[in-house]
């Protein structure tokens, strides 16, 4: 009896049964998988043709087929497998092979692409279409070139910015970027900006039609960027905090203490300033000359876990805001394998050689790790205006020593006439002059007047030169020959006028190619000349 009844479900199998057998299993499985994926939220798609074959051998299956097969399967003397049993037992097997490569999948992910195409739009106002400037603080932090929106193209609406961000991966799951305005010039500022803030997160439900994540934004300028109409559905919208008094910050947790300084420091006056990517991209006709200054260390006590930087620069006590980043943003990319090698441009901003004829630059860098500072270094020195920084070997308090350094790049068509009140080799004569121009109010050509004081070069003579106060804030003291002979002629009928701020008849005074570079009496570095 046993044998008799494994004879019926066993039957006497035959190619056209298995045949029969896996496409009724395919069908069923389908079948199950659509009827889960649509309770699921997710419809299963497959394609066309594969829809189209299984409807005509379903439709043949079902109808005349069905006729034709069961004449077959009722020839005398041939004992026919359990069709029922085989197809639902090869249904099971499918499921569970399908189950299985699921689960294989969830414990064990693909990789995920390492880039995405970010697009976004940003509504200006006057339809302005600025250059702006783009930083990504996670999955790490990355500086790009400066970009401005591109004309419209067949899958996108209107003029849009686009930057191929650092996708997140398992490990790091958030993306965390920021734009704000480039900068192209240096202009006193009473505050830093507010930048468009992006806060992602890998969608659960990527897509399947593209290869490469793509995502697409639009903007509020000075607020948080959202999804467009048209996007994709790569990325769903993560938790932004835009407070930095709050505990959290868009690189990770902060202290209490650094959220309050940054509070502070927010609401500081100060300047807003070129990167020096813009810096370094200008054409000759656009720039009128920058310090490219450059810190380096071999070895740093304590940072082996740092993966990132924070920098903030004071030039003569007032903060620079790099393309009007808030302080918390502007963040650097560091490997502490490779040692310290940070670089940052300076235009001349109100420079008028204050300190005896230069200027103090004051940097704080924090080396953080995952975004949470793990040491904070502090270094400070002396510069002269348009001038070379004479290399110093700096020594923070924990010892580790910094080689600071800086290079003065010169436009293509410098400016090379000055007017000189007094060349003297007396400090502080030259310091009497300079008080006496700034305390009296003058204005030429609706500019502020003030003093410049220049430090000496290869020999110890000090200058005190007329500076004219730019609409910017910058100090200009350098002019082209028309300018420069302009200004002469004023200074010196101020000077016949009796006016107290003229002592002496000013004189030209044409800058020679020769004297560059820091001088070799280094007035502006650690050893400078006290008197």
Same mark, same amino acid.
């Given at each position: 009896?046993?044998?008799?009844?494994?004879?019926?479900?066993?039957?006497?199998?035959?190619?056209?049964?298995?045949?029969?057998?896996?496409?009724?299993?395919?069908? !069923?499985?389908?079948?199950?998988?659509?009827?889960?994926?649509?309770?699921?939220?997710?419809?299963?798609?497959?394609?066309?043709?594969?829809?189209?074959? &299984?409807?005509?051998?379903?439709?043949?299956?079902?109808? #005349?087929?069905?006729?034709?097969? /069961?004449?077959? *399967?009722?020839?005398?003397?041939?004992?026919?497998?359990?069709?029922?049993?085989?197809?639902?037992?090869? %249904?099971?097997?499918?499921?569970?092979?399908?189950?299985?490569?699921? !689960?294989?999948?969830? /414990?064990?992910?693909?990789?995920?692409? $390492?880039?995405?195409?970010?697009?976004?739009?940003?509504?200006?106002?006057?339809?302005?279409?600025?250059?702006?400037?783009?930083?990504?603080?996670?999955?790490?932090?990355?500086?790009?070139?400066?970009?401005?929106?591109?004309?419209?193209?067949?899958?996108?609406?209107?003029?849009?910015?686009?930057?191929?961000?650092?996708?997140?991966?398992?490990?790091?799951?958030?993306?965390?970027?920021?734009?704000?305005? #480039?900068?192209?010039?240096?202009?006193?500022?009473?505050?830093?900006?507010?930048?468009?803030?992006?806060?992602?997160?890998?969608?659960?439900?990527?897509?399947?039609?593209?290869?490469? $994540?793509?995502?697409?934004?639009?903007? =509020?300028?000075?607020?948080?960027?959202?999804?467009?109409?048209?996007?994709?559905?790569?990325?769903?919208?993560?938790?932004?905090?835009?407070?930095?008094?709050?505990?959290?910050?868009?690189?990770?947790?902060?202290?209490?203490?650094?959220?309050?300084? %940054?509070?502070?420091?927010?609401?500081?006056?100060?300047?807003?300033?070129?990167? *020096?990517?813009?810096?370094?991209?200008?054409?000759?006709?656009?720039?009128?000359?920058?310090?490219?200054?450059?810190?380096?260390?071999?070895?740093?006590?304590?940072?082996?876990?740092?993966?990132?930087?924070?920098?903030?620069?004071?030039?003569?006590?007032?903060?620079?805001?790099?393309?009007?980043?808030?302080?918390?943003?502007?963040?650097?990319?560091?490997?502490?394998?490779?040692?310290?090698?940070?670089?940052?441009?300076?235009?001349?901003?109100?420079?008028?050689?204050?300190?005896?004829?230069?200027?103090?630059?004051?940097?704080?860098?924090?080396?953080?790790?995952?975004? !949470?500072?793990?040491?904070?270094?502090? /270094?400070?020195?002396?510069?002269?205006?348009?001038?070379?920084?004479?290399?110093?070997?700096?020594?923070?308090?924990?010892?580790?020593?910094?080689?600071?350094?800086?290079?003065?790049?010169? $436009?293509?068509?410098?400016?090379?006439?000055?007017?000189? !009140?007094?060349?003297?080799?007396?400090?502080?004569?030259?310091?009497?002059?300079?008080?006496?121009?700034?305390? =009296?109010? /003058?204005? &030429?050509?609706?500019?502020?007047?003030?003093?410049?004081?220049?430090?000496?070069?290869?020999?110890?003579?000090?200058?005190?030169?007329?500076?004219?106060?730019?609409?910017?804030?910058?100090?200009?003291?350098?002019?082209?020959?028309?300018?420069?002979?302009?200004?002469?002629?004023?200074?010196?009928?101020?000077?016949?006028?009796?006016?107290?701020?003229?002592?002496?008849?000013?004189?030209?005074?044409?800058?020679?190619?020769?004297?560059?570079?820091?001088?070799?009496?280094?007035?502006?570095?650690?050893?400078?000349?006290?008197?």
């Amino acid at each position: 009896m046993t044998n008799g009844v494994s004879q019926r479900w066993w039957g006497s199998m035959e190619p056209i049964d298995s045949i029969i057998i896996l496409l009724i299993g395919c069908t !069923l499985t389908l079948f199950v998988l659509w009827i889960a994926s649509h309770f699921g939220g997710t419809d299963l798609n497959l394609p066309s043709f594969i829809q189209g074959a &299984y409807s005509n051998i379903w439709t043949y299956l079902t109808g #005349a087929g069905g006729s034709t097969l /069961l004449m077959v *399967l009722k020839k005398p003397g041939m004992q026919r497998p359990n069709y029922l049993v085989w197809s639902f037992a090869v %249904t099971f097997g499918l499921l569970v092979l399908a189950f299985g490569i699921a !689960l294989t999948k969830h /414990l064990f992910p693909q990789p995920v692409h $390492p880039l995405a195409l970010l697009k976004f739009r940003v509504r200006f106002p006057n339809g302005e279409n600025p250059i702006l400037s783009f930083s990504q603080s996670q999955p790490r932090v990355t500086d790009f070139p400066p970009t401005v929106a591109v004309d419209n193209d067949e899958h996108y609406r209107g003029l849009h910015y686009f930057e191929n961000v650092v996708w997140p991966q398992p490990a790091t799951p958030l993306l965390v970027a920021t734009a704000t305005r #480039a900068s192209l010039v240096s202009t006193q500022t009473d505050k830093p900006d507010r930048p468009m803030t992006f806060c992602i997160k890998q969608s659960p439900n990527p897509p399947t039609n593209t290869s490469e $994540p793509e995502i697409h934004m639009q903007c =509020v300028e000075g607020g948080q960027c959202g999804f467009d109409l048209d996007d994709y559905g790569w990325a769903v919208a993560a938790e932004c905090r835009e407070n930095a008094g709050q505990s959290h910050s868009f690189f990770g947790l902060m202290t209490e203490v650094r959220a309050q300084t %940054t509070e502070e420091t927010v609401k500081k006056p100060g300047w807003r300033v070129p990167s *020096l990517m813009t810096l370094r991209k200008m054409t000759d006709s656009e720039r009128v000359g920058f310090t490219e200054f450059t810190i380096k260390s071999d070895s740093i006590p304590g940072v082996q876990k740092a993966d990132s930087l924070r920098y903030e620069i004071f030039a003569n006590g007032l903060p620079l805001y790099v393309d009007g980043r808030p302080p918390e943003y502007m963040l650097a990319e560091f490997d502490a394998s490779k040692g310290l090698d940070f670089s940052f441009g300076m235009e001349n901003l109100s420079f008028s050689g204050a300190d005896k004829g230069c200027e103090d630059i004051f940097i704080q860098l924090e080396f953080l790790a995952g975004g !949470l500072p793990i040491k904070e270094v502090q /270094l400070a020195r002396r510069y002269g205006a348009l001038r070379d920084a004479t290399p110093e070997e700096i020594a923070s308090s924990d010892g580790a020593k910094f080689a600071w350094t800086g290079k003065y790049i010169k $436009p293509l068509t410098e400016d090379r006439e000055e007017v000189f !009140l007094v060349s003297t080799t007396d400090l502080y004569e030259a310091m009497r002059d300079k008080a006496s121009l700034d305390q =009296v109010p /003058l204005k &030429y050509n609706g500019m502020d007047v003030v003093g410049v004081l220049r430090p000496p070069l290869d020999r110890p003579i000090y200058g005190v030169v007329i500076g004219l106060r730019q609409q910017s804030g910058q100090v200009k003291f350098t002019f082209d020959v028309a300018t420069a002979n302009k200004l002469l002629a004023w200074s010196r009928q101020m000077y016949l006028s009796k006016n107290r701020a003229f002592p002496r008849l000013p004189f030209p005074y044409a800058m020679k190619p020769n004297e560059s570079g820091a001088g070799k009496l280094s007035s502006c570095g650690t050893k400078a000349p006290q008197s």
